[in-house]
């Protein structure tokens, strides 16, 4: 049985800024991280960052995954495991890992789950035809294997996810044809969508698709405009041609593991579904057990490296490594309300708001 | 309306210029920056103090025009690509945008290139003056040439590829 001080399951941009916070403070700490490096979906944001300079705004993500990837491999109290993919949580606090042909256990002092999100998919006809494809695929493809996806893409969400994607999609080379939205109105920062739309993009919200076409692939979708009741309007379909019906609906904390751990959970819609309780410091109701990213509640990267530097310093806290916590977890904790107080951060205020009163 | 087809209306490009006095007096930056987002670079960027710094993170940024030399480092800093530079005084027939461009291929000085609008629409031609690279931000600004009745218009470039 490996033992290690603090786990931290994820090496995204919340799990990376737990482990350096939780190192810095003198932990020795194991990041468990399924992919084959470091930076969780960092490594596909080839845009430049909102926030402020703290957050480093105005950087690309591509660049602070590097980094702190980096500051990671070099730091002495970071051990990493990657292709590392955390099976289970047992009874006895034993965290079983899958890494190659090795079945490993790992008993850490405290876990910290930075697990991020899944894609959510959609019901249409025909979705089960290649080329219908989740943004994050779509994403990987392009960024980080350096593969072009399609020809003519179709992007279903006009969230900032589905905005970014079609701005590099069209980086790529790729023509994106249209933008198509079931809410009224444009979900993401209005500032990427105002960048497609100059790039020719038509956006049509109050529109959900109806049905792909396609034999073997993708061959062309149609849309339709959906009226008060969320149905479809008769009349108002347009068929498009496109190899591509990207997905970009909306994401689920990946939150299995805190199931096994016993971790009380909350259904809280405004972040994202079944999330766990905790309390400020990121604590859910099993004591040495912390979250922190999209797992806690979806949110932009910029939020998810202040909670885990949060939930970094109170797992090192938990662990007896606590001096400083207090005074920087004031500053963290005004670094959250200040990224969160604006109308971008209604709905994850409402949601925080719903968890404090449960 | 702007939350819908991400098209800002003629009356909220206008309020976002100085005043007129301001406009022929030389260069001067052009935040098309109307929703509240937590973001504060282009204070960051300024050398001149001419974006405040923000009380709070989430506020429009508020620019001071008599600050501001239109130099264009917030347009290569915005992580939005929401600021562009306008100089409505380059020559008697043309007036010059800056505008924030990281598509491939970029363009050359001197070249020719399709003129487009907030919808992506071409509405003229633009000569390309020069491009200006931001090694930090990695964020080339093309310096756009066009007949000065276009200025207020022409917000994206096409070099053939997309555009």
């Not at chain 1, 190192?23 to 596909?44: N, S």
């Not at chain 1, 990837?69 to 292709?83: C, H, P, Q, Y």
């Not at chain 1, 149905?231 to 939150?255: N, Q, R, Y």
């Not at chain 1, 405004?270 to 109701?285: D, K, M, Q």
Request: proline share 4%; with cysteine; glycine share 12%.
């Amino acid at each position: 049985m490996r033992q290690t001080e603090l786990a931290v399951i994820g090496g995204g941009p919340a799990g990376l800024a737990a482990a350096l916070a939780a190192a810095e403070a003198g932990v020795r700490v194991t990041i468990v991280e399924q992919d084959d490096r470091l930076g969780g979906q960092l490594v596909k944001q080839t845009h430049k960052f909102f926030g402020s300079e703290k957050q480093s705004a105005g950087r690309r993500g591509i660049v602070i995954a590097a980094e702190q990837a980096r500051a990671a491999a070099t730091n002495k109290n970071i051990d990493v495991m990657l292709e590392a993919a955390a099976l289970g949580y047992y009874d006895d606090g034993v965290l079983t890992v899958e890494q190659g042909d090795r079945f490993i256990k790992l008993k850490a002092g405290s876990y910290l789950f930075a697990t991020g999100a899944s894609e959510k998919m959609l019901a249409f006809p025909n979705n089960d035809l290649p080329g219908v494809y989740g943004a994050g695929a779509v994403q990987t493809l392009m960024n980080v294997h350096g593969v072009k996806p399609a020809d003519t893409v179709v992007m279903v969400g006009a969230g900032n996810i589905g905005l970014i994607v079609s701005y590099q999609l069209m980086q790529a080379g790729v023509k994106v044809a249209a933008i198509v939205e079931a809410a009224p109105t444009i979900g993401g920062y209005l500032v990427h969508a105002a960048k497609v739309r100059r790039a020719g993009v038509p956006i049509f919200t109050g529109h959900t698709v109806k049905e792909a076409h396609g034999t073997d692939v993708v061959s062309g979708v149609t849309i339709a405009a959906l009226d008060q009741t969320g149905a479809t309007l008769a009349g108002t379909e347009k068929m498009i041609t496109c190899d591509c019906i990207c997905l970009a609906v909306g994401l689920s904390p990946l939150a299995e593991l805190l199931w096994h751990a016993g971790c009380r959970m909350v259904h809280i819609p405004e972040l994202g579904g079944h999330v766990a309780w905790r309390n400020e410091n990121l604590e859910t109701s099993v004591p040495g057990i912390f979250i922190a990213g999209d797992v806690a509640g979806i949110e932009e990267a910029s939020s998810a490296m202040v909670e885990g530097r949060l939930a970094g310093l109170a797992a090192a806290a938990y662990l007896g490594h606590g001096s400083q916590f207090d005074s920087l977890k004031a500053e963290l904790v005004a670094e959250l309300g200040a990224l969160r107080s604006g109308p971008a951060g209604a709905k994850i205020r409402q949601g925080l708001a719903a968890l404090a009163g449960m | 309306m702007y939350t819908q087809t991400a098209i800002p209306s003629r009356e909220q490009v206008e309020r976002t210029l100085p005043d007129a006095g301001r406009r022929v007096k030389g260069p001067y930056a052009v935040f098309e920056c109307w929703q509240e987002i937590p973001c504060d670079p282009c204070h960051q960027a300024c050398n001149r103090g001419a974006v405040k710094a923000f009380n709070d993170i989430n506020h429009l940024p508020a620019v001071d025009h008599e600050q501001c030399n239109g130099c264009a480092r917030c347009v290569s800093r915005c992580p939005g690509l929401a600021v562009f530079a306008i100089d409505e005084t380059y020559s008697d027939g043309e007036a010059l945008i800056k505008l924030p461009y990281e598509y491939v291929p970029l363009p050359s000085a001197g070249q020719e290139v399709q003129a487009l609008d907030r919808s992506g629409q071409p509405v003229g031609k633009g000569r390309v003056v020069k491009v200006q690279q931001d090694k930090e931000s990695k964020t080339p600004v093309v310096w756009l040439a066009v007949g000065k009745k276009l200025v207020h218009e022409v917000r994206n470039i096409g070099v053939g590829g997309q555009g």
